[in-house]
């Protein structure tokens, strides 16, 4: 059992002195502990753990018996620059007390940047707390990452997870290259990857990405290449090293990351509710409930509503002819007639409907006609290249950034 309490001692003995949320966030996955699991070690003048679920900011000090106007003023204090519904549980804190049971400096980590500090403003006569919310020092580097798919680690999570980083860099990874590869379907052993990416630490711990700056995919013996640039005014896309935008027309598929396909369109199938034959006039996806649904191109929703079978659904027009819709969702997050972009959430993976359980029901019509997604995906032209008078300026950045997927040495000191 991880021990709520830490002992300030224990924290400021060894070579680093570990800071607190090394030690409190080291396993944040099992924070559902109620507090009242907590026993108070008597000498104990430093508390550190992670907030437990369902509770208040009070509720919290009484459960380390800080004493009712004590608490009472520090959660005053606290509100006053905090909205205090917004104590996520799994967060860290510490307290740290005096001897005589009355609090010196109360810390939250509201999130990955930012700590509320609550501190006692003087020592005699009545509580009094200053509290205020400080940025959380993080350092940033570009690092080089990479992986490979194979037996054990079959997809793009598994891979990245055994080289140690996070699964927000999977996410990221695919979502530069999922105008060229389906991660659902198209990974095969052997396939590898290098990416170049801006990586913050924090007290030397893992705290997050920042934008990938150059990736290479070899996929099927296929080599792609992306490199970040932004042209001048533009915002920031993605080309391969020939300056041809990584971007498609659609996307590879409306969920966000290495969806499994469960029925792929025909003509003709077996219903698996109605029993008969009846065409499959799209692809199913299997995935979780609540995993969210994007818009595979821009346009404008025509339907979001209950449509009979299809239980809650949204259908979204695209230029040149397309449309797209979305089935068996648990939620719907967009409105019938507004505008959304490629890549914009317009639901929730459900059942609702005629459903077996959680999927996606993905369907695209071109002229009014069902086409099959996946080869309609495959098909589209990809988005703008570098404009050519830029192309000089793309060619430097592409050098310098391939230039990290294969420098020597795994980490280079961030420049900018
Ligand atoms: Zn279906």
Redesign the pocket.
């Known amino acids: 059992m991880r021990k709520l309490l830490v002992p300030a001692i224990a924290l400021l003995a060894g070579a680093a002195a570990l800071p607190y949320w090394m030690v409190s966030a080291a396993d944040s996955t099992s924070l559902a502990r109620p507090a009242t699991d907590v026993t108070l070690v008597s000498d104990a003048d430093f508390l550190a753990g992670v907030v437990p679920t369902r509770t208040t900011m009070s509720a919290l000090f009484q459960d380390h018996l800080i004493e009712g106007r004590e608490a009472v003023t520090l959660v005053g204090s606290i509100a006053e620059t905090f909205d205090l519904r917004r104590l996520r549980a799994g967060q860290p804190y510490t307290i740290d007390r005096m001897l005589d049971g009355r609090v010196r400096r109360f810390e939250y980590e509201i999130d990955g940047d930012r700590m509320l500090v609550a501190r006692r403003a003087s020592m005699d006569g009545a509580p009094r707390f200053i509290t205020t919310i400080d940025r959380i020092p993080k350092q940033t580097a570009v690092v080089m990452i990479e992986g490979e798919i194979n037996r054990e680690e079959n997809s793009l999570t598994a891979a990245i997870d055994k080289a140690g980083e996070r699964i927000e860099l999977a996410l990221g990874l695919a979502d530069v290259l999922s105008g060229e590869i389906d991660f659902s379907s198209d990974l095969q052993p052997g396939d590898r990857f290098r990416v170049a990416v801006e990586r913050h630490t924090r007290e030397g711990k893992l705290a997050g990405y920042g934008p990938i700056l150059a990736a290479e995919f070899v996929n099927d013996g296929r080599q792609l290449r992306a490199v970040r640039f932004t042209p001048e005014g533009g915002s920031p896309a993605y080309y391969d090293d020939q300056g041809r935008s990584l971007k498609r027309f659609f996307l590879k598929s409306p969920l966000k990351f290495e969806p499994r396909v469960t029925?792929r369109f025909s003509s003709s199938r077996k219903h698996p509710i109605l029993g008969y034959a009846r065409a499959?006039n799209?692809v199913?996806y299997g995935a979780g409930s609540g995993a969210p649904v994007v818009s595979v191109a821009p346009g404008v929703v025509t339907l979001a509503g209950w449509s009979g079978g299809g239980g809650r659904t949204v259908k979204v027009r695209h230029p040149n002819g397309y449309e797209s819709e979305y089935l068996h969702l648990s939620g719907i997050t967009v409105r019938a007639g507004a505008r959304i972009g490629q890549g914009e959430l317009v639901g929730r993976v459900g059942q609702s409907g005629l459903a077996t359980g959680p999927h996606l029901?993905y369907g695209l019509k071109k002229s009014g006609r069902y086409v099959n997604p996946v080869l309609e995906h495959r098909n589209m032209p990809p988005g703008e290249p570098v404009p050519a008078m830029l192309l000089n300026a793309f060619a430097t950045e592409r050098d310098r950034y391939i230039g990290l997927l294969f420098a020597r040495s795994q980490t280079k000191a961030a420049n900018n």
């Open positions: 029925s499959h799209g199913d029901h």
